[in-house]
Nanobody
């Protein structure tokens, strides 16, 4: 059974940093990679960053230069280092796998998200 144990969210001031972790179980990392999504109150679910099994990464424009996605394949864990946080980064953050239906992103179907709150 697929499950994502997401942790690392917190309340920080603008300019601060957080490191999110997502320990995946029920499958092993594969070519379709891992993803981080987020959803702010009143907003839709948005893709933040992706990483594939070869370590190739992709970032949404708002994340470029501030966020870094990484993975530990041996631990089946993906990370999101977030620096220079802004109030607009406030959201619930979820991880997902590329082989799973994207319609379930930002839902608790495979596990809880983690809350990031950035105050000005």
């Amino acid at each position: 059974e697929v499950n994502f144990a997401v942790s690392g969210g917190d309340s920080v001031q603008a300019g601060g940093s957080l490191r999110l972790s997502c320990a995946a179980s029920g499958f092993t990392f594969n070519d379709q990679g891992m993803q981080w999504y987020r959803q702010a109150p009143g907003n839709g679910c948005e893709l933040v960053s992706t990483i594939n099994i070869n370590g190739q990464t992709w970032y949404q424009d708002f994340a470029k230069g501030r966020f870094t996605i990484s993975q530990d394949i041996a631990k089946n864990t993906v990370y999101l280092q977030m620096n220079s946080l802004k109030p607009e980064d406030t959201a619930l953050y979820y991880c997902a796998a590329g082989f799973l239906p994207s319609s379930y992103a930002c839902t608790t179907h495979w596990g809880q998200g983690t809350q990031v709150t950035v105050s000005s």
